[in-house]
């Protein structure tokens, strides 16, 4: 299914001040999940866009994601298809030569209304600090949530992960 992702990381704080922060303003918990992201590298894809076989819950989901903008948001498109037998999948792919990466992280996701609040903790060797993902319907909204959160400008951004990893591999 082709979704239309619009998203910001809020970046500085620990797990906890998240949890506080979303919790404070009404958002439910409804989930904490282990996630494997196996990230294809090989793919001919475009840009800032990349294929990514994420693991949760016994299932898998195939994605092709491509960035639109980073505009006051990252602004994504996600075309995703359920895949029932990952291990299977990746053997595949191994079989064919296709290079992958694979990296872990729990996620502990939050619901308020239509906003989406996913609270990240990779191990430390993929990104040592914690971060939380907030998704809206519109930036007009996403903008508003944030000011209702009192988060200020310096801790927001619209990197990607792959992004943040790179610059703190390069200090």
Known sequence: ???????????????????????????????????VNHRFVDAKTEGDS????????????????ERSSSENARVNSELT???????????????????????????IKYVLDDFVFDIDKWSDEVYPYPYMEIEAKTTEALQKIIA?????????STKSIKELKDDLNSL
């Open 148 to 156: 209702r959160l009192g988060i200020s400008e310096e801790h927001i």
């Open 1 to 35: 299914m082709l979704e239309k992702e619009i998203e910001v990381k809020v970046l500085g704080f620990e797990i906890q001040d998240y949890i506080d922060m979303v919790e404070k303003i009404g958002a439910k918990k409804i989930s904490t999940e282990e996630q």
């Open 50 to 65: 990349y294929l990514r076989l994420r693991e949760v819950g016994g299932k898998g989901y195939f994605t092709l994601k």
């Open 81 to 107: 298809t359920e895949i029932a037998e990952s291990k299977t999948f990746l053997k595949i792919a191994d079989r064919l030569g296709i290079r992958y990466t694979s990296e872990s992280k729990r996620r």
